[in-house]
């Protein structure tokens, strides 16, 4: 079965680094555009960083200059660089893997930026 599985989450002060990671696995994994989400208490979904199959990015303007997402194709795995974080980052982190016929979603990894 499919399995997508984050982790890297964690509690961090303003200002500090995190550095999220996702293993798929039960997909062709180079064959899937990968992504974050965030969905913080109260809040809908957004799309935070998206990677394509051809290796293009796409960041949400909020995280733009701060986050990069790379993607290690031998080793089905997603990544999430964040630096410089802001309590406003603070949200459950999603990864996720789409592709024509398929869409997928991890269980989600906590992150909690204090001041």
């Known amino acids: 079965q499919v399995q997508l599985v984050e982790s890297g989450g964690g509690l961090v002060q303003a200002g500090g680094s995190l550095r999220l990671s996702c293993a798929a696995s039960g997909i062709l994994f180079s064959r899937y555009d990968m992504a974050w989400y965030r969905q913080a208490p109260g809040k809908q979904r957004e799309l935070a960083a998206r990677?394509?199959?051809?290796?293009?990015?796409n960041y949400a303007d909020s995280v733009k200059g701060r986050f990069t997402i790379s993607r290690d194709n031998a080793k089905n795995t997603v990544f999430l660089q964040m630096n410089s974080l802001k309590p406003e980052d603070t949200a459950v982190y999603f990864c996720?893997?789409?592709?024509?016929?398929?869409?997928?979603w991890g269980q989600g990894t906590q992150v909690t930026v204090s001041t």
């Open positions: 996720t893997a789409d592709a024509g016929w398929g869409h997928y």
């Open positions: 990677v394509t199959s051809g290796g293009n990015t």
